[in-house]
């Protein structure tokens, strides 16, 4: 869909918002770092603002996006500079793995926002193939991702993600560098998988279902929202006082506690 002057419009439906801002880009890039011969992934590259430099510096990119329309301006905007390898589907329905082939793999996005927690947590699915990730998303999203125990947005988003991930928030991004301009600060965050022996989870279900189970209730204490999972006594023999709300205990003491039950 163009704007009538032959560029193409952003669709709400995708929530799609395009980087045009240089210092921003260049910013973006320069965290990320690429090197030639590195695997790296970019989700939604819409019209191509990250996806020119990385190309400029990698000769070659796979590249994830939903929106049909953009296809065709993208892969024109890179002819020149290497191999661009397009997968049009649903970032939600991708084998990271398989992308990755045996190499460690490293994930780019301006995530849509109405859809960046699925993606982040999909991405976890995927961690053991991903070398790193860096994503722009809504400032008030990389707060909570990046939030100490104690804090007001302190949350389960907080603790799956920092329990898998060392996670830095980088930088902000106002409004005004994208096209149209969202109506929140953006910012961008750096996700860098621990190794399997550093997470220490015994059973990752049971441990989503207790960080679940103590956050449904911010309010409430541990004593009651975990009644069901978790006796006040299988709580103190980790440290965790049962009269605590959830936002005050660590992401160690959740993992600690999960693997005692």
Do not use: W
């Not at 920092?162 to 996700?191: H, M, N, W």
């Amino acid at each position: 869909m163009s704007d009538g002057h032959g560029r193409h419009r952003a669709k709400k439906q995708f929530g799609q918002h395009f980087l045009h801002e240089r210092r921003y880009i260049e910013l973006i890039v320069h965290a990320i770092d690429p090197k030639p011969g590195q695997r790296v992934a970019e989700i939604g590259p819409g019209l191509g603002a990250i996806t020119k430099p990385l190309m400029e510096k990698l000769g070659q990119l796979t590249v994830i996006e939903l929106d049909r329309d953009v296809i065709a301006p993208l892969t024109a905007k890179v002819e020149s500079l290497g191999e661009l390898d397009v997968r049009l589907a649903d970032v939600l329905s991708v084998d990271f793995s398989t992308i990755a082939n045996g190499q460690p793999l490293r994930l780019v996005g301006n995530l849509p926002y109405n859809i960046s927690s699925p993606i982040l947590f999909h991405a976890l699915a995927h961690r053991q193939a991903i070398q790193d990730m860096h994503f722009m998303l809504q400032k008030e999203v990389v707060d909570r991702m990046a939030a100490a125990p104690g804090s007001k947005v302190y949350g389960r988003l907080s603790v799956m993600l920092q329990a898998y991930c060392r996670i830095e928030a980088l930088f902000d991004v106002p409004p005004g560098a994208f096209s149209p301009p969202p109506k929140v600060d953006s910012a961008v965050v750096r996700l860098i998988p621990r190794a399997e022996a550093d997470i220490g989870i015994d059973d990752h279900d049971r441990f989503a279902s207790l960080v679940k189970a103590a956050f449904a209730q911010r309010r409430k204490t541990l004593r009651n929202t975990l009644r069901d999972i978790a006796t006040p006594e299988q709580m103190e023999a980790v440290n965790i006082n049962p009269a605590a709300r959830a936002e005050a205990i660590a992401v160690t003491d959740y993992v600690r506690l999960s693997n005692t039950l």
